[in-house]
């Protein structure tokens, strides 16, 4: 799919991955909808790629369904939807004293995972009004998964239960859609340099970059967004789940 011209939701826009996305295909020439929970954040990155920013808890389906009605009604139907939004908190099973995380563990599925079907479901139904491409193709969702669904971390159990859902989505989705023309993709990212990422002690992150094979470092946001941008332009890429790591594997701890 070329992505001048065409319409791109990026939720979690306002930072990290997903700020680094909706400027890559900004830079592409696609029109930019951003949909984030920090709405002074959303709305400056939208300012600077000259798109919409929606403030919406992605959690939350009824605001999803309002924030999509908007992007559609200003800016069009979008053929690409790129799921960044996501929290990463993290906390043992039972930690002292046996204070349990069964509510954190529910909120984190509920942004992390619920959240990105949320989009995926009324961006998809406005996708479908959309006549075909020469290619044949109508649209792609991109969808962030992470490499700690595979390889997670003590008190990650929540955050990669989360991830692993959206990983695991990922081909009955594209199944799913194939009759829709619409491709569904899912990329589990590393260790990159997003304010997520710096939120963890430094001797945490310290200790999982020495694991980092090559290059040995964090993985740069605008490396995200180019690979979202590949998926996009290559339309054989479907149903499958894409790590961006530098073939690091996280460590228990």
Do not use: W
């Amino acid at each position: 799919m070329d992505i001048s011209g065409q319409v791109a939701i990026v939720t979690g826009g306002g930072s990290g991955l997903g700020a680094a996305t909706a400027r890559y295909l900004a830079s592409k020439g696609a029109k930019i909808g951003i949909l984030d929970f920090d709405g002074a954040a959303g709305a400056a990155v939208a300012s600077e790629v000259g798109g919409l920013s929606v403030q919406v808890d992605v959690g939350d389906a009824a605001e999803v369904e309002a924030a999509i009605d908007t992007i559609v009604s200003q800016l069009g139907a979008p053929r690409v939807v790129v799921n960044c939004a996501g929290i990463a908190n993290a906390a043992r099973m039972v930690g002292r004293e046996g204070k349990l995380a069964v509510d954190l563990f529910e909120r984190v599925i509920r942004v992390n995972l619920i959240g990105t079907f949320n989009v995926m479901s009324y961006a998809t139904r406005a996708m479908m009004d959309l006549p075909l491409l020469e290619n044949g193709e109508r649209g792609v969702i991109i969808n962030t998964s992470s490499a700690a669904y595979q390889d997670g971390q003590v008190g990650q159990a929540a955050y990669s239960a989360s991830k692993g859902g959206v990983a695991s989505m990922c081909l009955p989705l594209a199944r799913e859609l194939a009759q829709s023309a619409v491709r569904v993709m899912a990329i589990a990212p590393g260790l990159f340099g997003t304010p997520m990422m710096m939120s963890l002690p430094t001797e945490v992150t310290d200790a999982i970059i020495k694991n980092v094979p090559h290059p040995a470092r964090l993985g740069q946001p605008d490396e995200f967004g180019l690979l979202v941008s590949q998926i996009i332009e290559n339309p054989y890429l479907n149903g499958e789940v894409i790590r961006l790591d530098g073939a690091t594997r996280l460590p228990p701890r």
